[in-house]
């Protein structure tokens, strides 16, 4: 037996403000909508991973999602743009990546970061 996927779950009762944000912002396609749910994702290949934390890294708070991106200034700018706060950085860490953290339309907290 292999794990071939893992899927994270956020409950709302407005699944319409994750288009905005998880396919305009950040840039993920939207891979299948059923009216009650709609995921979102990319073609590329992905490792599965799952963390387990008593927290964020440098004191910070645990965060929902951690989502590497490829080029953090552009989120960044997208992100400014329209007016989603910054709750965390951007900052360099000494583990070796670059992230900020913002909260989604739905509150939860995202890491976003790329690897130096």
Do not use: C
Not at 27 to 54: C, D, P, W
């Amino acid at each position: 037996m292999k794990v071939k996927r893992i899927v994270a779950n956020i409950e709302t009762q407005d699944i319409s403000k994750a288009k905005h944000f998880y396919e305009k912002i950040l840039g993920l396609h939207q891979l299948m909508e059923l009216g009650f749910i709609a995921t979102y994702g990319s073609n590329e290949k992905m490792a599965t991973q799952i963390s387990f934390s008593s927290e964020g890294g440098s004191g910070t708070p645990v965060p929902d999602l951690s989502i590497e991106v490829d080029d953090l200034d552009d989120v960044l700018t997208r992100i400014k743009d329209v007016g989603v706060p910054i709750e965390y950085g951007p900052t360099i860490e000494p583990w070796g990546v670059r992230r900020f953290y913002v909260r989604d339309p739905f509150g939860k907290l995202l890491n976003i970061l790329t690897h130096l």
